[in-house]
């Protein structure tokens, strides 16, 4: 796995918080995310991802914390390339953005794969210090099975993901399919699924100072601050962004339009080859085994590490 895709995976995993009233996923969390997965992973001798010495220095509470995210993290990162499903957002967020009450439950992901956006994706994330065991992956399909589907698609799959270290240190995953009948959650559709997700990344490129913003045709590209890591976003999509209030509620007509705006904005593509998705470089001239080289999700979020990584994992 690449450095980039690992990245790409801790900062838009979720696509959450948005502070209800406050300030909506701010660039220093962009920061903490990518670092916190970079602190807590680095690729061993066989080119696996393995726990560092960092993560093994953690106190148990802190490695349960961290646990958590590199679970929702290896759920994303899993989701993009077994199911072609990058947009996850939680739905306790969803709900909230919409003004309803978030349920009790944990977090659970939903989103939609691609190229057609016909298939409801629900995951239940979970992360592990230690080996999976079953009683944890018992709990995982349970909730699973209660995730909603999207209206509209014609078919769904739910994911139970439990990701953890395995006796050599190396981070793995397992997913299973539990059965069961879906009911749909009224208000989340493709289009509304999609407002949800880019909501949160598009609103924190925009708090960029303008001169940490690459503004072209294709890309808004913003440069961290403090890191040297840069992350962009179509420019279409933040267009669309821009017409949505970036915190509180967003009225059900508003979130509609926007929604029907950024199904047109989010082609449809084919995906034959993840080296093959291009970002706003010509990245076909990077060696293919450099491990600094940009990552580009199939949601179209673009990922560029600069050199000061490569003292960190690959």
């Known amino acids: ?25 701010p660039l220093v969390e962009l920061c903490w995310r990518a670092a916190l997965a970079a602190a807590s992973l680095e690729e061993d001798s066989s080119g696996r991802w393995a726990m560092t010495d960092g993560y093994r220095r953690l106190d148990p509470s802190e490695k349960r914390a961290v646990s958590y995210f590199l679970g929702m993290t290896q759920a994303k990162i899993m989701c993009e390339r077994l199911l072609l499903a990058p947009h996850l957002i939680h739905l306790d967020a969803f709900l909230a953005m919409i003004g309803q009450s978030a349920r009790t439950s944990r977090p659970d992901l939903v989103g939609l794969s691609l190229p057609a956006m016909d298939v409801t994706i629900a995951v239940e994330a ?33 994911v139970a993901s439990v990701a953890s270290f395995d006796a050599k240190r190396r981070w793995t995953a397992h997913l299973e399919d539990p059965p069961g009948p879906v009911r749909p959650l009224d208000s989340l559709t493709p289009g509304t699924l999609l407002a949800a997700y880019y909501r949160p990344l598009a609103a924190a490129l925009l708090q960029a100072p303008q001169g940490q913003v690459s503004d072209d045709e294709a890309m808004t590209i913003v440069q961290l ?22 915190t509180g509620p967003i009225a059900a007509g508003r979130l509609l339009e926007a929604g029907a705006a950024l199904l047109q904005a989010v082609p449809a593509r084919q995906f034959t080859s993840r080296d093959e998705t291009a ?36």
């Open 1 to 25: 796995m690449p450095l980039g895709e690992l990245l790409w995976g801790a900062i838009t995993v979720g696509a959450t918080p948005i502070s209800m009233g406050g300030t909506p996923r």
């Open 126 to 158: 979970k992360g592990r210090m230690g080996g999976r065991v079953d009683e944890v992956m018992r709990k995982a399909k349970e909730q699973a099975r209660s995730l909603p589907g999207v209206l509209s698609t014609s078919s769904a799959l739910r």
């Open 225 to 246: 601050p403090g890191m040297d890591l840069a992350v962009g976003i179509p420019a279409a999509i933040v267009s669309i962004i821009r017409t949505l209030p970036l």
């Open 279 to 314: 970002g706003p470089e010509e990245e076909s001239s990077v060696d293919p085994q450099e491990p600094l080289r940009p990552y580009t999700g199939m949601d179209g979020v673009y990922i560029r590490p600069g050199p000061s990584w490569l003292g960190s994992p690959r």
